[in-house]
């Protein structure tokens, strides 16, 4: 699609010859979307992504697929250490959490796009429904990006990424921070399972509730507090039955 361009430098090889598997998407966390591009455009800053969408609509690519963007950082997912290496990255300019995320939605115009652009990129690089990330996805503990106000569900009913409708909260058994024992690694072993970076201590520490937070982000935005409630784990449990196979 369209695209205006800005070359970054801050963009290297992908490893051994590897190609992407994972789109990732974040917010900018900036007051505008030309800031962002010169930021990762800025040699100093050391990071970048492929692209930028504008709060308008409009599409900027700073990196080629085929190069090594510098936006994941550390994280992981689904086994994989190296997002950067097998990852495309989107940075949709917005201000992030900052004063209360319910003041700014995310334009029409710019998801359109959004969602235009990410069907372009899985299409081409076959990159599965489960493979659609977050930021905070793959770095639960550093990242809350692209937020729980962010319409995956208006994503996925045009094709891009893997969501369920999620189970409604109410009352019912709680896993909390400091709980342990076989329930918690039951739980630790299901978010594993869906691709999150997470240990089977079967202690609900606080990468547990991390993890449990932004796995709710995504997936059960309605009430975002790290407790692994019925509603959160009967959504992982829907998501996993439904995730596509091979």
Not at 7 to 19: A, C, D, I, L, V
Not at 102 to 129: H, M, S
Request: proline share 7%; aromatic share 8%.
């Amino acid at each position: 699609m369209p695209a205006a361009f800005c070359s970054s430098p801050n963009h290297g090889e992908r490893k051994g010859g590897r190609t992407p598997d994972s789109l990732i998407l974040h917010y900018t966390g900036v007051a505008t979307g030309e800031a962002a591009v010169r930021l990762l455009c800025d040699p100093a800053t050391q990071v970048s992504a492929h692209y930028v969408v504008m709060p308008d609509g409009a599409l900027w690519q700073l990196v080629p697929e085929t190069r090594r963007a510098w936006h994941a950082g550390k994280g992981s997912w689904a086994g994989e250490t190296d997002m950067n290496d097998i990852s495309i990255g989107v940075e949709i300019a917005h201000p992030g959490h900052k004063d209360g995320a319910a003041a700014f939605p995310y334009p029409e115009a710019q998801i359109a796009t959004v969602t235009a652009l990410c069907l372009d990129i899985v299409g081409r690089w076959r990159i599965t429904p489960q493979r659609v990330l977050a930021h905070s996805d793959i770095a639960p503990d550093r990242k809350i990006d692209p937020g729980e106000f962010f319409p995956w569900a208006q994503l996925a009913k045009a094709g891009v990424g893997h969501y369920v409708a999620p189970c409604p909260i109410a009352d019912g058994p709680r896993l909390e921070q400091d709980a342990s024992g076989a329930d918690v690694e039951e739980l630790q072993s299901l978010l594993a399972r869906y691709g999150y970076g997470i240990d089977f201590s079967g202690v609900y520490d606080r990468k547990t509730q991390l993890v449990v937070r932004a796995f709710q982000r995504h997936f059960r935005p309605a009430l975002v507090d790290g407790t692994a409630d019925f509603s959160t784990i009967v959504t992982l449990r829907k998501l996993l039955a439904a995730r596509p196979q091979g």
